[in-house]
Each structure stands twice: as C-alpha cells, then as structure tokens.
C-alpha cells in the first residue's frame, strides 16, 4: 500500500507535528533559562555555618537569599545580608547583620554600638559587646561601605576585626530572606524585646 505523503491531510498533520514539536522545544529552552536566571540572579540556598547569628540563625540551618533585593534598593540597617568577600580562600558564605552604613561613623563604647556618637537601638536580642576590636576607636565608613555584626556579638568574627572588616557592596550576595526548617523570615526571627514598653506598664 502506497501513502500519498503530498497529500493534503499528510501535509497537515505534518506540519501540526512539527509546530508540536517546536512549542515543546521553545518550553525547555525557556524552563532552562527561568532555573538559570533564577538561581543566577534571583534566589540561592544556603547552609549557615558556625554560631556568630544565633539566636537568630542556628549552625546548619538553610535559608534562602534574595539575589534581587539590592538590585533596586540599597541595603538597610538591620538588613541580615550575605556575602563573601573577594579574595579570601573560604569557600562559604559569611552572614552577618548590617549595623553601620556608608557615611556614618562606627563606635562601641562600653559594649554599645554608637552610629555618629549615638547609641542604636537594636532590633534583635543582642548580648553587651565585650570586645569591641578595632571599633574602640571611631571608623568613618567610605562609599559603598557596611559595618557587619554578628547576632552572638561575643562569638561573632565580624566588622570589629582585620580580617573581616568593613564590608564593600559589590561582595554581597544579597539579602537572607527565608529560613527553610522551621520556616520563617530571617527578619522575624530573634526580635528585641522593647523595654520601653514593659517600663510603661
């Protein structure tokens, strides 16, 4: 038996197979460009690694970090970010919470930190600093300049130490946006207690 492949019917399933065939092929290509920008520009998963966040963060937890969230907006104070700094030999990802920002002068003095000679209030449950490393003096922060702390301020290798130092904006990550087990959001968690309100009552 002989097909008649110009046939009219022929040439039209032909052709709906082969549309069919480039729709599916156009779906992967785009599914494969959505997983890469995504994990490229938007999102990442990531362990914590060491104590320097608790409470807030626990050694092992996996949180995600919001790539996007500086792209348009410029970190804040009190903003747990993550970076890695250019030129260090450690594979993982330093996370710290931002304290001081660019233009602003950093002190502790007597276990407060001071923003340009004024203490902050903080916003999570923090311990009284007990060694304030290299900020017992002033340090005037340069343009695109963040001073980090950990949230176990006396277990935390951060900004109050040579070899962490002031960080710069172009070595953040992005912003710790979700812890995954148990979930939250990484600025839900640990929040301090306002004594002003429980001295009113």
Do not use: C
């Amino acid at each position: 038996m002989k097909y008649n492949f110009d046939s009219d019917d022929t040439n039209v399933k032909r052709k709906k197979i082969i549309k069919e065939v480039i729709i599916w092929v156009v779906e992967i290509i785009a599914v494969i460009l959505l997983a890469y920008f995504l994990v490229e520009y938007a999102v990442e998963k990531t362990t914590v690694v060491g104590e320097s966040m608790e409470t807030t963060l626990q050694e092992g937890d996996k949180i995600v970090i919001n790539k996007l969230a500086y792209r348009f907006s410029k970190p804040k104070r009190f903003d747990v970010i993550v970076f890695k700094q250019s030129g260090k030999e450690h594979s993982y990802y330093n996370i710290k919470r931002i304290i001081g920002l660019p233009g602003e002068t950093v002190q502790i003095k007597d276990g407060v930190v001071y923003i340009n000679d004024e203490p902050i209030k903080e916003k999570s449950a923090v311990d009284v600093i007990k060694n304030p490393g290299l900020s017992v003096e002033p340090i005037l922060l340069e343009d695109k300049e963040y001073f980090v702390l950990g949230d176990n301020r006396n277990l935390s290798e951060d900004s109050r130490f040579a070899n962490i130092g002031n960080v710069v904006f172009d070595d953040i990550i992005g912003k710790a946006w979700i812890r995954l087990k148990p979930f939250n959001f990484v600025n839900e968690l640990n929040p301090a207690i306002d004594t002003t309100e429980e001295d009113s009552q």
